[in-house]
């Protein structure tokens, strides 16, 4: 099943916070987080792989409850650059014992204002 | 490392016609992945192949998509006929591992069928 990411779409100015929310109804191996530029191709920021894990790099940083089956992508502070579609695609089991492939929301418009 | 490379950027045909996508994934990547995005489904994993052999097509929507993986090096998708609704853009990604490993997509073959 599609993951479920909220919000939709988010308008920020310049060096506000936002959080972008993912969530699972099926067990998770793993999360995974991206950006995409209109009119290119998805580009990896960072994949959560345990529970309670949080992970990050320059003002973007994520946290994954295993437990709950969620996953949250946390900008501080954010730049012109940031603006595009952010992507949470989950990896979960299937039947064969093994991981499906990753599953993507439907993702969430992010635009920085100046 | 030149990342994954997809062959043509832009296809532009007509209804019932044969499209062949290509796809060079990065050396030394085990997993070769093919997803489609459109505005309404979003970003769809059609089928992926371990070491060459399809894995999961689970997500091939129609008899008309076919996917090969010939060697390490090079996969296609077919669509064969073609019709309006497969308008989309085709994704390849690669990775060096299932699950927890980074996926590397494409640019991407922006795909118009009239």
Not at chain 1, 55 to 84: R, V
Not at chain 1, 91 to 104: C, M, P, R
Not at chain 2, 47 to 55: A, D, G, K, S, T
Request: aromatic share 10%.
């Amino acid at each position: 099943q599609q993951p479920v990411q909220s919000p939709q779409a988010v308008i920020l100015r310049e060096g506000e916070d936002a959080v972008i929310n993912c969530s699972s109804s099926k067990a998770l191996y793993s999360v995974h987080w991206y950006r995409q530029k209109h009119g290119e191709a998805p580009v990896f920021l960072m994949i959560l792989l345990k529970g309670g894990e949080q992970k990050g790099h320059d003002k973007i940083s994520a946290s994954f409850n295993e437990k709950k089956q969620q996953s949250s992508l946390y900008l501080t502070a954010s730049q012109l650059s940031y603006s595009g579609t952010y992507f949470c695609g989950t990896e979960g089991g299937y039947s064969g014992g093994g991981a499906d492939g990753l599953t993507f929301g439907k993702g969430t418009h992010l635009i920085i204002q100046p | 490392d030149a990342g994954v490379i997809q062959s043509p950027r832009h296809e532009v045909t007509e209804m019932g016609q044969e499209v062949t996508l290509r796809c060079k994934p990065i050396s030394g990547h085990d997993y070769l992945f093919w997803y489609r995005q459109t505005m309404m489904r979003g970003l769809e994993l059609l089928i992926y192949f371990n070491n060459n052999v399809p894995i999961d097509d689970s997500g091939m929507p129609e008899d008309r998509f076919s996917a090969k993986m010939p060697n390490a090096s090079f996969s296609t998708l077919k669509i064969q006929p073609s019709e309006p609704r497969d308008s989309a853009v085709y994704f390849c990604a690669s990775s060096l591992g299932l699950p927890q490993e980074t996926q590397y997509f494409g640019p991407g073959t922006r795909l118009l069928v009239l």
